[in-house]
């Protein structure tokens, strides 16, 4: 059980860096493109597949799935 509290920090911070750079909405999100993910400071591979899922999380309206890491495919 400990790795889920520590996938769900994971995330909770990539969401935060992404609020920090101005993307703040839901729409924000969908329309981040790849361009725009290679431009982002620090950004690790792990972290680009997480915005992938993220938007996809968010396009279906998942969200809370996606922070919960519930909607694993």
Known sequence: M???PNEVT???KLL????SLG???EEDIKKLTPKDIAVIDDISFTDIIE????QESVKSNKLFSYLAKTNEK
């Open 2 to 4: 400990a790795k889920i």
């Open 51 to 54: 915005i992938q899922q993220l």
């Open 16 to 19: 935060e860096k992404l609020i």
């Open 10 to 12: 994971k995330r909770l």
């Open 23 to 25: 993307y703040s909405t």
